[in-house]
């Protein structure tokens, strides 16, 4: 079983910052948290990752709260091309990858 | 850098028959993970294969299988196909495992495998 919980669905207006919630409150000390998006038909894109220092690239930030039992993945400028499906992954060296079904985002015009 | 590719990008089949899916990973990545994604299961977990050895397996039956050349590419071989396992096969590579700082997952676009 996946070790996070994802609201199923959100929308977001276009131009505006889309917040993804997840909830990962069993995470271990040694556990990275990974996000990931799939466009329809796609493979899944790698987004961005942290272990508990929030952390940002070109495409997000991720914010990972102190007792890092949850983070937020974070565009800041949300467009059409954002709709997807994101997911939020828990992996300690190792592992294998475990997805849960994500949360559809759909960006709105 | 090319990102990692998948042959066939569609392949029929059917039932009884077998089939290889074939994976070149990133330039540098040592390990492959396959996954598949249905519908009704989502994305799951088949193996992992790092340095021509499966260091990971999943819970799927042995009629999966999969192997990791010298230069990381990597091939999937499912025999005595059945219609459930009509699926997007999806290939991942990474610098080293999946996991740690420096290695996260790059996939590709995947095989669409149909089994009539």
């Known amino acids: 079983d996946a070790k996070t919980t994802q609201p199923p669905s959100m929308d977001c207006a276009e131009g505006r910052a889309a917040n993804l919630p997840c909830n990962h409150s069993t995470i271990s000390g040694n556990e990275y948290v990974y996000w990931y998006r799939q466009i329809h038909s796609q493979g899944p894109q790698y987004i961005i990752h942290g272990l508990k220092n929030n952390e940002t690239n070109e495409m997000a930030s991720l914010i990972i709260t102190e007792d890092r039992k949850s983070s937020t993945l974070i565009l800041p400028h949300a467009t059409l091309r954002d709709t997807a499906v994101y997911y939020c992954i828990v992996d300690n060296y190792g592992q294998n990858f475990v997805f849960g079904p994500g949360t559809r985002l759909s960006v709105l015009p | ?116």
């Open chain 2, 1 to 116: 850098k090319a990102g990692v590719t998948q042959t066939p990008r569609y392949l029929i089949k059917t039932r009884g028959q077998q089939v290889t899916l074939s994976c070149s990973p990133i330039s540098g990545h040592r390990s492959v993970s396959w996954y598949q994604q249905t519908p009704g299961q989502g994305l799951q977990f088949l193996f992992e294969y790092f340095s021509e050895t499966q260091r990971n397996k999943g819970n799927f039956p042995g009629r999966f299988s999969g192997r990791q050349f010298s230069n990381s590419r990597s091939e999937m071989n499912v025999s005595t196909l059945e219609l459930g396992d009509s699926a997007l096969y999806l290939c991942a590579s990474s610098l080293d495992g999946p996991g740690g700082y420096n290695s996260p997952l790059h996939f590709g676009n995947g095989t669409r495998l149909t089994v009539t």
